[in-house]
């Protein structure tokens, strides 16, 4: 129903569906990026279907998802985001997705230039000769990014240009201006429970001045801090980071928002 140009803001809460954005130059955000009153990220679950979003329809740089986390992708081949389009996706979480298919992943790319901001992409599962991030003939870039603890690789180009990585904690180590390979230090990893399912961490990084407590609405003081704060690329701003901040926007998917880690 969405016309072109339109912004749909998403509310907190748990949404069981798969979601396409139909190469429509819209914003789909979650309310918490842009509404410092709110708290809650919303949760797009696939429920063990995928893809739990698609961009297969000429998505440009003016499709835009924010602020969401996308999980629940668990079938043989159910990427939690495939695209052969070239949308931008910021300040998202994509953690807890499955795809053990041959040369399945978790986010698979064709014939496509997405953009990835200030993203997290964490505990996610590819088929063994596969990777967290499948490209394939596509021009992929992440900045600002955190890409930790997935299996069983980073990327794997099957054609064509390897993903640009600037600014980014990716295990492993990836070639590129400010990236680094070092332990995030999140808040808590997800873990699964007893019946096999699934059970998403806090992926806010530790600060010694403070992370944003989700259960208390406080700022929590640390024994450490993160390398990723104030790691991320000096010529962007810090958005709506608190003080202090370090005049430097930091990387992951709360980076550039209110509920940033403060700098020590």
Request: proline share 6%.
């Amino acid at each position: 129903m969405a016309r072109e140009g339109a912004q749909i803001l998403v509310h907190g809460g748990v949404y069981n569906e798969q979601i396409d954005l139909m190469g429509k130059s819209i914003r789909v955000e979650g309310l918490s990026l842009s509404d410092p009153s709110v708290m809650e990220q919303p949760i797009v679950d696939g429920n063990g279907v995928g893809p739990v979003v698609t961009f297969t329809s000429g998505e440009d740089a003016n499709c835009v998802l924010a602020g969401l986390c996308i999980q629940g992708a668990e079938a043989p081949y159910a990427p939690a985001i495939l695209c052969s389009g070239s949308p931008t996706i910021t300040h998202c979480l994509i953690a807890g997705n499955s795809a053990t298919d041959f040369q399945a992943a978790p986010i698979h790319c064709g014939d496509s230039n997405a953009v990835f901001i200030n993203c997290t992409i964490t505990e996610n599962v590819g088929d063994a000769y596969g990777a967290l991030m499948v490209c394939v003939d596509s021009n992929v870039t992440v900045t600002n990014s955190i890409l930790w603890g997935n299996a069983p690789a980073v990327v794997q180009t099957v054609s064509g240009a390897a993903p640009t990585m600037s600014y980014c904690n990716v295990e492993g180590g990836w070639a590129g201006e400010g990236n680094m390979d070092v332990n995030p230090a999140f808040v808590a990893c997800g873990w699964s429970t007893s019946d096999g399912a699934w059970s998403c961490g806090d992926y806010h990084v530790l600060s010694e001045a403070g992370h944003w407590d989700m259960a208390t609405g406080t700022y929590c003081v640390d024994p450490a801090t993160s390398p990723c704060i104030d790691a991320g690329d000096p010529g962007q701003s810090c958005g709506t980071e608190p003080s202090p901040n370090g005049s430097r926007v930091n990387l992951g998917v709360y980076g550039g928002t209110t509920q940033a880690s403060r700098s020590p």
